[in-house]
């Protein structure tokens, strides 16, 4: 029995026969981030969480699902075609019966993901939320955000969070030491508006969330 393995060529990407592996992936990310896409798009994306999941290994990830692993074997078909002169060429056609249900639909497009031999550049989504794409990295190291762009936009996130959460607990701290001052039930006014007279740019709402989250502890009646 003779065994024939074939390496696939720049030119035999099953999904976009003639373009570049990039060109392919490129393709399968517009899909990713089509909304027409739906119920697919749904599928390709699970597949696409539990390879990251474990790191890319293909191996570990099939070993743990025997469907899938079936599934991506039965994906495709190769077709055998007489070429111009001696020679012939094997092409890997999608399997018409598996593409057709969403979970196919995706199967196909993870199995030529995955025989793409920049695959493991396919990324997503984009870690700034609200942009949330599938892209094509441009480095052979894992990148986490679809572009520069989103990159700078987290980064400001992240420091708008910083600097929010310092204000918030400069105003405790004041809270707390403006509480130190009440007078109890001898005072005329409540703590809470105490509190705001103190320091007036705490709200009353400021205070109630505080008590509730447990953050501000209220004074002892
Ligand atoms: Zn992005």
Redesign the pocket.
């Known amino acids: 029995m003779l065994a024939l393995i074939l390496q696939l060529d720049q030119d035999v990407n099953p999904l976009f026969p003639g373009g570049s592996d990039r060109d392919e992936l490129e393709r399968i990310c517009s899909e990713l981030n089509s909304e027409a896409s739906g119920d697919r798009r749904h599928e390709l994306r699970r597949l696409l969480n539990q390879w990251q999941e474990v790191g890319q290994d293909l191996a570990a990830m099939l070993s743990a699902d025997a469907a899938l692993k079936k599934a991506l074997q039965e994906a495709f078909r190769p077709e055998y075609f007489a070429g111009n002169g001696p020679r012939a060429r094997l092409v890997l056609t999608p399997d018409k019966r598996t593409v057709d249900s969403p979970s196919g639909w995706a199967v196909v497009r993870f199995a030529a993901i995955t025989l793409n031999r920049e695959g493991h550049k396919l990324r997503g989504p984009?870690a700034?939320g609200p942009?949330g794409?599938y892209f094509v990295s441009k480095r052979e190291s894992p990148s986490l955000?679809?572009?520069r762009r989103?990159c700078q936009a987290a980064s400001a996130v992240r420091h708008r969070r910083r600097f929010l959460e310092a204000e918030r607990q400069d105003k405790l701290r004041r809270a707390t030491a403006a509480i130190r001052n009440w007078r109890g039930r001898r005072s005329r006014i409540d703590w809470k508006r105490w509190v705001c007279r103190c320091e007036p740019d705490i709200t009353v709402r400021f205070l109630t969330r505080a008590v509730n989250r447990g953050d501000l502890g209220p004074p002892p009646n």
Do not use: A, F
């Open positions: 984009c700034y942009c794409r955000y679809c572009s989103c």
